[in-house]
């Protein structure tokens, strides 16, 4: 267990830290409820920038796993949301090892050595509001590490990106291109080189560029074009842009934008087969895990301007063919250009070339159509300044074009992304991912069959690999998905009252000749009138906020591993970082946070509701708790526990507030449930930071009801 001092409200600080041994697979989620403000997420030294879409939030989570570690699944869970996507900490996989990621509702991912050795990073976004984490590895020196999540408040195909892309800029007449980017409001703006006319110097950055684009410094991801290299080194568009502009003297990077992946490449140095950055760029595309891609650099490499075709950036167009990417975004040429996807050599190709979006239009004079090409032009412009506006989702993209004010030339294209799911399949998965069965007794898990890409067929489901003694029934035993939603089943487990042991069961759908797979860990737990039982070391489907109507901020209930917290005002433990048994349970903000205030419990109510179980005749409630308080607390500040009949609330247990520091102390307690014998219940475990902000901590754990 972990010790951390916490200094609260105005108090000091100290955090230590812990250990993970070979061979541990940990896992907490931390969901925010009811679109509150994400917790404070630390930074990460080395990472791929990650971009979000309108309306994402998220926080902490915490799943880690090294040496061989092939046996229980674990999940990272947002209660409510549409869609999640992990951060990486580490990923360092050896051999063939790998970790599979699976949407709760659909999409799978799976992580090789290849992907991004060395950096933190986001992966994709998969469907449902969970995702659970399988790892197969036989490598010792093989570990990984989830530190974050995000999450969406809307369906995926929803969650849209722009990014407004734009070169040969600042001229004379950026002055009318800039207000476009206002009005666009995007995520990001890309820089296809040529920004500041005619040197680049940093003086010219600063007087011509930097009056009217300098608004958008903050969201800028650029590259340099052959008129900043009339500056030795380009150094003044490196000083202008600083770390942004990558490494100075090579100028390429890469970030993420939502569900796409940017590759910003310099097409003024060394650029041929086999140099630094070709190398670079075929590692950073082979690394991502994002389902689109686009790049962008200066020179064309198709044109029908002045200057005509490059062949002499061919080497990127291939990688960036081999990769399956989606768009490239150029400028050089001063007119607004739009090929068909191509292949690198100009043949048009439909289904697997790359589409050329060149936006020379920023503000710097025209250049005519007076050169063939060897790809297919779209469409074309010759005579109006604008920018390109990119609107992305995690499958396609539309571009526009914009013109400035008091023109008239408009272009649109749309897209599909090569790697996103484009054709119809499903994914199967579980909640919960565990269940524990006693002798005699019965349990049930919900199947969900996810569709991608419009399938919609009848989906047969069966199971198997169960424990001894243990049958199961799903129904209905076969589903039919919406387009790109998701359809339930229910498997009921049965348990024999010779019944024993556990296994990782396996539930299998087929449509067709295709099948897929999600595991479920089943349990025989104890006998004896045992009804309910959970001591937090698995999910057992717990819900944070099941019925809408928590207020807390900060410091929600979740189940995981709690880190000791000490307040160096009265020199008291408040958060234990012990259990009552095995290492999780259910805890108000288990970390002890990086400063004052953070993690406990804070503006208003948090509650989690238990799976439905039926009370039996006699029913006896135990459990462990332990609650704590600074003398800032009042009795309007509580740790509940209530038994929830259909929609009805009966608290059996209720510790509350004063004026008086309370230490926290693991405890045991009894209720008594035989009123509620027969019946099909859940327990809601609540706490409350109410009325003023006071300093709150509480948990629970080992909570049985029996006979």
């Given at each position: 267990?972990?010790?951390?001092?916490?200094?609260?409200?105005?108090?000091?600080?100290?955090?230590?830290?812990?250990?993970?041994?070979?061979?541990?697979?940990?896992?907490?989620?931390?969901?925010?409820?009811?679109?509150?403000?994400?917790?404070?997420?630390?930074?990460?030294?080395?990472?791929?920038?990650?971009?979000?879409?309108?309306?994402?939030?998220?926080?902490?989570?915490?799943?880690?796993?090294?040496?061989?570690?092939?046996?229980?699944?674990?999940?990272?869970?947002?209660?409510?949301?549409?869609?999640?996507?992990?951060?990486?900490?580490?990923?360092?996989?050896?051999?063939?090892?790998?970790?599979?990621?699976?949407?709760?509702?659909?999409?799978?991912?799976?992580?090789?050595?290849?992907?991004?050795?060395?950096?933190?990073?986001?992966?994709?976004?998969?469907?449902?509001?969970?995702?659970?984490?399988?790892?197969?590895?036989?490598?010792?020196?093989?570990?990984?590490?989830?530190?974050?999540?995000?999450?969406?408040?809307?369906?995926?195909?929803?969650?849209?990106?722009?990014?407004?892309?734009?070169?040969?800029?600042?001229?004379?007449?950026?002055?009318?291109?800039?207000?476009?980017?206002?009005?666009?409001?995007?995520?990001?703006?890309?820089?296809?080189?040529?920004?500041?006319?005619?040197?680049?110097?940093?003086?010219?950055?600063?007087?011509?560029?930097?009056?009217?684009?300098?608004?958008?410094?903050?969201?800028?991801?650029?590259?340099?074009?052959?008129?900043?290299?009339?500056?030795?080194?380009a150094s003044g568009y490196f000083d202008y842009f600083g770390a942004r502009a990558g490494e100075r003297g090579k100028g390429y990077y890469s970030f993420d934008v939502g569900d796409w992946h940017f590759v910003a490449l310099n097409s003024n140095i060394t650029r041929s087969t086999g140099s630094a950055q070709e190398t670079w760029l075929k590692n950073d595309l082979a690394a991502s895990t994002k389902p689109c891609t686009a790049a962008f650099f200066h020179h064309p490499r198709f044109s029908r301007g002045t200057h005509g075709d490059d062949s002499s950036v061919t080497p990127f167009f291939q990688a960036?063919?081999?990769?399956?990417?989606?768009?490239?975004?150029?400028?050089?040429?001063?007119?607004?250009?739009?090929?068909?996807?191509?292949?690198?050599?100009?043949?048009?190709?439909?289904?697997?070339?790359?589409?050329?979006?060149?936006?020379?239009?920023?503000?710097?004079?025209?250049?005519n159509f007076d050169q063939s090409s060897a790809a297919?032009?779209?469409?074309?412009?010759?005579?109006?300044?604008?920018?390109?506006?990119?609107?992305?989702?995690?499958?396609?993209?539309?571009?526009?074009?914009?013109?400035?004010s008091g023109r008239t030339f408009t272009d649109t294209a749309t897209g599909k992304c090569k790697k996103a799911a484009s054709s119809p399949a499903f994914s199967v998965g579980t909640t919960p991912s565990s269940v524990s069965v006693k002798p005699g007794g019965t349990a049930s898990v919900t199947v969900n069959v996810g569709s991608t890409g419009g399938f919609t067929s009848a989906t047969a489901l069966s199971v198997s690999g169960l424990p001894s003694g243990v049958t199961g029934t799903i129904s209905p035993s076969s589903v039919t998905p919406p387009a790109n939603g998701t359809a339930t089943a229910t498997l009921t487990l049965t348990a024999s009252d010779t019944a024993s042991g556990s296994a990782a069961a396996t539930i299998t759908g087929t449509s067709g000749s295709t099948t897929q797979t999600a595991k479920v860990t089943v349990s025989i737990g104890a006998a004896g009138g045992e009804a309910f039982a959970d001591d937090f070391e698995t999910d057992k489907g717990w819900r944070l906020n099941a019925a809408g109507s928590d207020t807390a901020t900060a410091g929600e209930w979740e189940r995981g591993d709690p880190e000791q917290t000490t307040s160096t005002?009265?020199?008291?433990i408040k958060q234990r970082g012990d259990t009552t048994s095995g290492v999780n349970c259910l805890v108000t903000g288990r970390l002890a946070g990086s400063e004052y205030g953070v993690n406990d419990l804070d503006g208003g109510a948090s509650s989690m509701a238990s799976p439905a179980f039926t009370v039996p005749a006699g029913g006896k409630l135990t459990f462990s708790y332990t609650f704590a308080h600074g003398d800032n607390a009042t009795s309007a500040d509580y740790l509940r526990i209530r038994v929830l009949d259909g929609t009805t609330?009966?608290?059996?247990?209720e510790k509350t507030g004063s004026a008086t520091e309370v230490a926290g102390v693991w405890q045991n307690a009894t209720a008594d449930l035989s009123s509620f014998a027969g019946r099909s219940v859940r327990l809601l475990v609540e706490a409350a930071d109410a009325s003023t902000a006071s300093l709150w901590e509480s948990a629970v754990d080992d909570i049985r009801v029996t006979a």
């Open positions: 267990m972990r010790s951390t001092t916490k200094r609260w409200r105005r108090r000091t600080l100290a955090v230590a830290t812990s250990t993970l041994a070979a061979g541990a697979f940990l896992v907490a989620a931390h969901p925010q409820a009811g679109g509150a403000a994400p917790p404070a997420v630390p930074e990460v030294a080395d990472q791929v920038p990650q971009l979000t879409e309108a309306g994402v939030t998220g926080g902490p989570a915490s799943v880690s796993g090294g040496g061989t570690s092939t046996s229980a699944d674990r999940s990272v869970c947002a209660p409510g949301a549409h869609w999640l996507r992990v951060r990486f900490t580490e990923l360092s996989l050896r051999g063939n090892d790998s970790v599979t990621l699976t949407g709760s509702s659909a999409g799978s991912y799976t992580l090789t050595s290849r992907h991004w050795p060395g950096k933190a990073f986001h992966t994709r976004a998969f469907e449902g509001d969970c995702v659970r984490v399988s790892a197969a590895l036989s490598d010792p020196a093989s570990r990984f590490a989830i530190d974050a999540y995000q999450a969406g408040d809307r369906p995926l195909a929803a969650a849209t990106t722009t990014v407004a892309a734009v070169g040969d800029v600042c001229g004379s007449s950026c002055n009318q291109t800039a207000p476009l980017i206002k009005n666009m409001n995007p995520q990001a703006l890309i820089l296809a080189g040529d920004n500041a006319y005619s040197s680049g110097t940093l003086s010219e950055y600063k007087n011509n560029y930097d009056p009217y684009y300098g608004q958008f410094k903050a969201i800028t991801y650029p590259t340099p074009g052959n008129h900043e290299y009339n500056t030795s080194g960036l063919y081999n990769a399956k990417a989606d768009l490239v975004v150029v400028g050089h040429d001063h007119n607004y250009q739009r090929y068909a996807p191509s292949r690198p050599d100009g043949t048009r190709d439909d289904a697997n070339g790359v589409r050329e979006l060149l936006i020379g239009t920023g503000g710097r004079g025209y250049y297919v032009q779209e469409a074309g412009n010759t005579n109006t300044f604008g920018v390109g506006k990119l609107t992305l989702t995690a499958t396609d993209y539309r571009s526009d074009f914009v013109p400035v005002y009265s020199n008291q609330p009966t608290t059996v247990f």
